[in-house]
Every structure is written in structure tokens, then in C-alpha cells.
């Protein structure tokens, strides 16, 4: 019995001494998911920039409202003269305002009369 009772609590202290690293892996996969969906709609606003690029329309603004709010600062726009955009977008830090990497991606569309 005394056996038993010196084991008590342990599950607690481990536990305890476990929370630190499943938060930071917790926050290393949610910035993973958030570097991913940066990167996918950095092809959306590529995408969409060039359509609006194609008609005469403005492509900063077509590739501003192609993301989400939280990621429109960090969007770049470049058009170049044979019609190609590349959008690059900036992926937030998860645990703070911080840019942590840009992702960019290049479309191009006819010119529409």
C-alpha cells in the first residue's frame, strides 16, 4: 500500500511537464494550416488579379478581395507587361502579427477586347 500512495500524483506532475509541448505542437500545426491556406489563395488571387488584368480592370483590388481580411496587408501585386501577375502574400505569424514567410503565385489571361 505505501507503494501506491508514493506514486500518487504522478500522473499530475507528467501531465504538467506535457502542456508546454502540446501547445507549441498545437501551434506548429495551426501554422501549418495557415501557411497552406495562405498559399492556396495566393493561386486564387493570382488567378482572379489576371482575370481582372485581362478586362482592364483593376488586379490589386481583384487580388485584395480574392483573401480573407486578415491576410489583405500582406498583399503584393505586380503586373508585368506581356499581361502575367504575381500576387505574393504575406503568412502571418499564428501567435502574432508577424509576417513569418511570403508565398507568391503568377497567372496570366489573354487581353479581352
Given at each position: 500500500?505505501?507503494?501506491?500512495?508514493?506514486?500518487r500524483?504522478?500522473?499530475?506532475?507528467?501531465?504538467?511537464?506535457?502542456?508546454?509541448?502540446?501547445?507549441?505542437?498545437?501551434?506548429?500545426?495551426?501554422?501549418?494550416?495557415?501557411?497552406?491556406?495562405a498559399?492556396?489563395?495566393?493561386?486564387?488571387?493570382?488567378?482572379?488579379?489576371?482575370?481582372a488584368?485581362?478586362?482592364?480592370?483593376?488586379?490589386?483590388?481583384?487580388?485584395?478581395?480574392?483573401?480573407?481580411?486578415?491576410?489583405?496587408?500582406?498583399?503584393?501585386?505586380?503586373?508585368?507587361?506581356?499581361?502575367?501577375?504575381?500576387?505574393?502574400?504575406?503568412?502571418?505569424?499564428v501567435?502574432?502579427?508577424?509576417?513569418?514567410?511570403?508565398?507568391?503565385?503568377?497567372a496570366?489571361?489573354e487581353?479581352?477586347?
Open positions: 500500500m505505501s507503494r501506491l500512495r508514493s506514486c500524483g504522478q500522473a499530475s506532475v507528467e501531465l504538467v511537464a506535457l502542456l508546454p509541448l502540446v501547445a507549441v505542437l498545437a501551434c506548429a500545426l495551426w501554422q501549418g494550416v495557415v501557411a497552406g491556406q498559399a492556396w489563395l495566393a493561386g486564387t488571387a493570382a488567378r482572379s488579379a489576371a482575370r488584368a485581362a478586362l482592364g480592370q483593376d488586379a490589386q483590388g481583384a487580388a485584395r478581395a480574392a483573401v480573407p481580411r486578415y491576410l489583405r496587408d500582406g498583399v503584393r501585386v505586380r503586373t508585368a507587361a506581356d499581361g502575367e501577375v504575381r500576387v505574393r502574400v504575406a503568412v502571418p505569424l501567435t502574432g502579427g508577424v509576417r513569418l514567410a511570403t508565398v507568391s503565385a503568377r496570366r489571361f487581353p479581352q477586347a
